[in-house]
């Protein structure tokens, strides 16, 4: 019961101001705020003295909280005062990639689980050697995705992903 609890424990869902101490659940949100205040901006001439306002809203709005200050807001990330715009929405990417792998890696390594609870990591490593990591930056992304898993990159293996871990957790069931 204490690996049960200890698991539990790491895997709280709860809202937060901080992206990257955000559960796996809800980092995503603070992606999506991130990119769509980054459209405003770009795309809705969004005066950037009002990216405070903006930014708590979208807060509000999205995860139910707001920051007491900008260093828990808008000032946090330091990706815009370095000028890396357009950056957030690979975070999520990534996460899409990952599941989507996954799911093709589970399938072709039917004890891909038992392996990974008993610490036996090297089928894992393998595998994403043969798929990933030889190819290097001889592939695009999506060529990548697309040679492992025999289709483009889909968003609902992401929300399958979560929906099984997090109704499992909560027992939800």
Known sequence: MEAE????????????????????????LHIMIRYEIEKM??????????????????????????PANAGEGVLQDVHWSGGMFGYFPSYSLGNMYAAQMLKTAERELP??????????????KEWLTEKVYRH??????????????GEALRSDYLCDY???????????R
């Open 5 to 28: 609890a200890f698991y539990r424990g790491i895997n709280v869902v709860e809202p937060s101001l901080i992206r990257i101490e955000a559960d796996e659940l809800t980092y995503n």
């Open 41 to 66: 901006l770009f795309n809705e001439d969004l005066d950037p003295e009002r990216l405070e306002e903006v930014w708590n809203a979208k807060y509000k709005e999205a995860l139910g909280i707001e």
């Open 111 to 124: 004890t891909l689980r038992e392996d990974i609870a008993s610490g036996h990591l090297l089928p894992l």
């Open 136 to 149: 290097g930056k001889m592939l695009e992304p999506r060529e990548i995705i697309e040679r492992i898993t």
């Open 162 to 172: 979560l929906e099984e871990k997090y109704k499992e957790i909560y027992r939800l």
